[in-house]
């Protein structure tokens, strides 16, 4: 009977223990994520997840290319914008929600975000950090080949060719 009594105690002192642990826990998740200006707040860690996995594939980097590690506590801190790199990824999302409304007309998901009917960080990055801004090289000296479309897209003259 002591015994029981015992395990009795035991087992309901357990369970205050756990139901302190999940409420003291309850505020700091229902606070979420500190610092997000673009995306919205209310995400699950699920639904961020994604996007930073859709983020940095995309670009072929890791986490760290946009976030900075506190050093002190051995851990990322996400929500730092120590990182010029986390700035403009912003200003690109606005840029992507900007073209796929514009011009693609796309709605919007459950969650508020545009959807990515049109363009998506892959369509211009494809896998590269920084993707190349310079027009490919012209080939042939002095110019495009004879016979190839001029920049307007109109033939270039051929000297006496007649039409
Ligand atoms: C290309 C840049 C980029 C990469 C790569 C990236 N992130 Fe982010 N991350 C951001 C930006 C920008 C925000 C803030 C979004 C906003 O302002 O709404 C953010 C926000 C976050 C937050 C929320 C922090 C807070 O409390 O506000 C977490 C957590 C996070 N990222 C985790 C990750 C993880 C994990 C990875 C790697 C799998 C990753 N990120 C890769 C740019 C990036
Ligand atoms: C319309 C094409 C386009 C789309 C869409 C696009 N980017 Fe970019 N991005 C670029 C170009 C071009 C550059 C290089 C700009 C430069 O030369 O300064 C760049 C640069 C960046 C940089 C800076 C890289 C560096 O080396 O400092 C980050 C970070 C970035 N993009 C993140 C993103 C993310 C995240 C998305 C999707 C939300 C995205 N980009 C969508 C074209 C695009």
């Known amino acids: 009977m002591l015994i029981n009594k015992k ?9 205050v223990v756990t139901l302190v642990a999940l409420t003291s826990m309850k505020p700091d998740d229902d606070k979420g994520y500190k610092n997000l200006k673009v995306l919205p707040k209310n995400l699950t860690h699920e639904q961020l997840g994604k996007v930073m996995h859709e983020w ?13 590690r506190n050093e002190a506590e051995k851990k990322m801190d996400f929500a730092s914008d120590a990182k010029p790199e986390k700035e403009m990824a912003r200003k690109m999302y606005k840029m992507m929600n900007k ?12 969650l508020g975000m545009v959807l990515t009917s049109g363009v998506n960080c892959y369509t211009c990055h494809r896998g590269d950090s920084h993707p190349d801004a ?10 495009p080949p004879a016979g190839a479309p001029a920049p307007g897209g109109t033939p270039a003259p051929q000297g006496d060719h007649k039409q």
């Open 7 to 15: 395990i009795l105690v035991t087992l309901c002192l357990s369970s």
């Open 134 to 143: 310079k027009l490919p090289e012209r080939k042939g000296p002095g110019g």
């Open 99 to 110: 073209i796929n409304q514009k011009y693609f007309e796309a709605k919007k998901d459950s």
């Open 56 to 68: 940095s594939g995309s670009l072929g980097v890791h986490c760290d290319f946009c976030h900075v």
